[in-house]
């Protein structure tokens, strides 16, 4: 594969209007708690205690550590080659909201899953040579996706690491395991029947799950339970994928903003 020129765009901080601005290294809460600046790799937006409190009922998990506010984790990446042209945008801490646009239509709607069931905020803008194939532009929005998710994640801090959901979309039921441990690896146990969904290839669902495991550092099993549409087999894959990333990048208040491993270090190392 043609190797990719990586852009990295500064994400400047949002100022909150009721709060305000203390040294340059800080920033003032509401109730008036002078935080951190803005870790390596994140974006950091205030969010009100309202919206951390809604978001703290979602899927058994609360929404961020006790001892700081709400904070967005946001990735954001470039990926450009003389194949494609990828611009990927990922909110963990978002409300569902998706913007894709890839050129590969089934693609489009796999993503609004994602986010849908995610709850993340996903932006993916992308042009390809698919009068090919779909092959260059599937692979480096999946690179560039998994890159965004690794920015996002940080030191990984306070989450609870591990997601496992299974989601059935009428005859078809599909398990999906995932530890954002730092290790990529995928174990992909798809018995798609069909070649193609529309115009898309089949067979560029491992692939796409196999390079976003590849730059994001994720550990993630796929079982297929049951099914024999193709179109409910990939979308139930997606559905339950969406549901454990978001199990697993949600916090775990007991933590207390502790990294979640016995070496005290989650890395791609």
Known sequence: MTTARFVSPSLSRVSPSPAGRVSGSSWLSRAGVALPSRPHGLSLHLRPPAMASAAAAGNGSPSAPEDSTALSRIGEVKRVTKETNVHVKINLDGTGVADCSTGIPFLDHMLDQLASHGLFDVCVKAKGDTHIDDHHSNEDIALAIGTALLEALGDRKG?????????????????????????????CG?????????????????????????????????????????????EATFKAFARALRQATEYDLRRRGTVPSSKGVLSRS
Do not use: C, W
């Not at 989450?159 to 174990?187: C, K, Q, W, Y």
């Not at 730059?215 to 049951?226: E, N, P």
């Open 190 to 234: 798809l018995s798609i029947p069909t070649e193609r969904v529309g115009t898309y290839d089949t067979q560029l669902v491992e692939h796409f799950f196999q390079s976003l495991v590849n730059t994001s550092g994720m550990t993630l099993h796929i079982r297929q339970l049951a099914g024999k549409n193709s179109h409910h087999i990939i």
């Open 159 to 187: 989450i609870n690491r591990f997601g496992h959901f299974t989601a059935p979309l009428d005859e078809a039921a599909v398990e999906v395991i995932l530890d954002l441990s730092g290790r990529p690896h995928l174990s």
